[in-house]
C-alpha cells in the first residue's frame, strides 16, 4: 500500500523564523513528489518535484527531493503570518498520476 | 497558472435528494480529473478518477452506485451523489491533471445533508 508520511504534524513559529518540513515516502511507481498549501478551501500547488538534487525555489519558499532516501524538505524562510496553513506533500505514481497524500503538516505562525 | 473551477461551493440538502457538483478546468484540458473528499483536520482521500470519454476508476470501498462520475467532456467533469444521508456531508474536491502530471485543484464543495 501507498504510503506517505509528513513530519512534524503540526508547528508554531514566530514570524521571520525558518521553517523545515517534512516528507517521506513509500510507494510503487513512482513518477513525482507534490507540495500544495491548503488554507480554508482547497490545496493549491506550490511545487512538483521530479528529479533528486535539484532545488526548486519560488520567493521564500524551496523545495528539494531525494530520490535515493525517498525524501523531500519544504523550506520557508523569513516566515509571516501569511504562511500559516496545511503543507501537504503527495507522491504522483502509475500512469493515471494518482496522488497519494500524506496527513499534512499544519504550521502557525505568530507575531 | 491553472485554473479549475467547482460549483456550487456550498450545497445544503435533505437526506435522500440528490446532489450534482461541476468541476471545470477553465484554461487547460484535462483527459483526466480526480475527486477527493476531505473530513475535518484529515488529508484528502482519492474517491475515483474521471476519465473523459471512459468509465470512472473508483478507489476501493467507494460505491460507483452512490458516486455517479461523468466526464463527458475535456473541461467538465461530474459528480452527483445519491440518495445523500448525513454521512455523506464533508468537502469534496475535484483536480484536473495537466500535460506534465500537475492536479490542480478546485475550491471544493461543501456538502451538509440534513
Known amino acids: 500500500e501507498d504510503k506517505v508520511v509528513q513530519s512534524p504534524l503540526s508547528l508554531v513559529v514566530h514570524e521571520g523564523d525558518t521553517v523545515t518540513l517534512n516528507c517521506s515516502y513509500e510507494?510503487?511507481?513512482?513518477?513525482?513528489l507534490l507540495w500544495y498549501k491548503q488554507e480554508k478551501k482547497a490545496p493549491t500547488f506550490l511545487f512538483m518535484l521530479?528529479?533528486?538534487?535539484i532545488e526548486k525555489k519560488s520567493g521564500r519558499l524551496s523545495s528539494i527531493l531525494d530520490k535515493k532516501e525517498l525524501f523531500s524538505i519544504l523550506n520557508i524562510t523569513a516566515t509571516q503570518t501569511g504562511d500559516s496553513a496545511v503543507y501537504l506533500c503527495?507522491?504522483?505514481?502509475?500512469?493515471?498520476?494518482?496522488?497519494?497524500f500524506g496527513t499534512g503538516t499544519r504550521l502557525q505562525v505568530t507575531l | 497558472g491553472a485554473v479549475v473551477s467547482q460549483h456550487p461551493s456550498r450545497v445544503i440538502c435533505k437526506s435522500g435528494t440528490s446532489v450534482k457538483i461541476e468541476c471545470r478546468s477553465l484554461d487547460f484540458q484535462a483527459t483526466t480529473m480526480f475527486w477527493y473528499r476531505q473530513f475535518p483536520k484529515q488529508s484528502l482521500m482519492l474517491m475515483a478518477t474521471s476519465n473523459e470519454g471512459s468509465k470512472a476508476t473508483y478507489e476501493q470501498g467507494v460505491e460507483k452506485d452512490k458516486f455517479l462520475i461523468n466526464h463527458a467532456s475535456l473541461t467538465l467533469s461530474t459528480l452527483t451523489v445519491t440518495s445523500a444521508h448525513p454521512e455523506d456531508s464533508s468537502f469534496y474536491i475535484c483536480?484536473?491533471?495537466?500535460?506534465?502530471?500537475?492536479?490542480?485543484f478546485g475550491p471544493g464543495t461543501r456538502l451538509t445533508v440534513l
Open positions: 521530479t528529479s533528486s538534487g
Open positions: 503527495a507522491a504522483n505514481t502509475g500512469t493515471a498520476s494518482k496522488l497519494t
Open positions: 483536480s484536473a491533471r495537466d500535460r506534465e502530471g500537475t492536479q490542480y
Open positions: 510507494v510503487t511507481n513512482f513518477r513525482s
